[in-house]
């Protein structure tokens, strides 16, 4: 594999989870292998491949879109994402929840799925990606007390592999009603997954342009801290995009 090939790691949601290095399993071992998780030279947690596989659905998404409509305000959604049966939620260490902005200015973020970091914090957007964003947003007068953070997905998928279409359905109704109740000015989304379910775009094509959604309000898809963490030279490009935000909301202030 050349340096940050396979698409740049699909634009980095990241879709799939590499290891710097092949990780060899001994058979006759196994039971010592959960307690003792391989790690690089570099301390980094070696994890394969995984192929998409389609999990068993435990409800149906219109069961979800009812459920998702019930509650009257965003604490008694997040309980009830929390208790929803997902079949990704076994495989996950923690539920990964919405990040409510206690001074909202209008923003809302929709990210990709969580990350390893995500799973093990029950926190969205932590680690090195989370570090990096929170710079954007200083840089353009923002962090998470005036920004709204949403997870395409609220449980990490099996090696941070790409979610399937079932997967995605089965959460959809409850990410589009935490928007719903966030009453967003502006959307922001994180990588190519969120690009293309939320905005219809595809990157980088349509980073940085703006969108009117069914709903009336304006989208824009850029890079995930992620990939740019991989090309440092399209920090430029989401630099540009996100001073085009923030003018953005001030005008709507106006």
């Not at 540009?240 to 709507?252: D, E, G, M, S, Y």
Request: charged share 15%.
């Amino acid at each position: 594999m050349t340096d940050f090939d396979i698409k740049d790691l699909v634009l980095s949601g990241v879709r799939w989870e590499l290891t710097d290095a092949p990780m060899s399993v001994n058979v006759n071992n196994a039971s010592a292998g959960k307690s003792a998780e391989n790690t690089n030279v570099a301390g980094r947690t070696q994890t394969a491949i995984v192929p998409p596989i389609a999990p068993q659905q435990s409800v149906s998404v219109e069961t979800a879109t009812a459920m998702a409509a019930r509650p009257a305000d965003i604490d008694a959604l997040c309980r009830m994402i929390s208790e929803f049966n997902h079949p990704l939620r076994a495989g996950a260490t923690n539920v990964v929840l919405p990040h409510i902005a206690k001074n909202p200015n209008g923003l809302v973020i929709v990210t990709d799925v969580p990350g390893g970091d995500d799973d093990l914090n029950g926190q969205i957007l932590s680690g090195a990606a989370g570090e990096l964003m929170d710079k954007m947003l200083a840089a353009i007068g923002m962090s998470r007390m005036t920004v709204s953070f949403v997870p395409m997905v609220f449980w990490r998928t099996p090696g941070g592999r790409t979610p399937t279409r079932q997967e995605l359905d089965l959460a959809r109704p409850f990410v589009n009603r935490v928007i719903e109740m966030l009453h967003p000015r502006f959307i922001l989304t994180l990588g190519t997954l969120p690009a293309a379910e939320i905005a219809n775009a595809t990157l980088p094509r349509g980073h940085g342009m703006t969108v009117v959604l069914p709903n009336g309000v304006t989208a824009m898809p850029i890079f995930h801290p992620n990939y740019l963490m991989l090309k440092p030279a399209a920090k430029r490009d989401a630099w540009n995009a996100l001073q085009i935000v923030q003018n953005l909301l001030k005008n709507t202030d106006k």
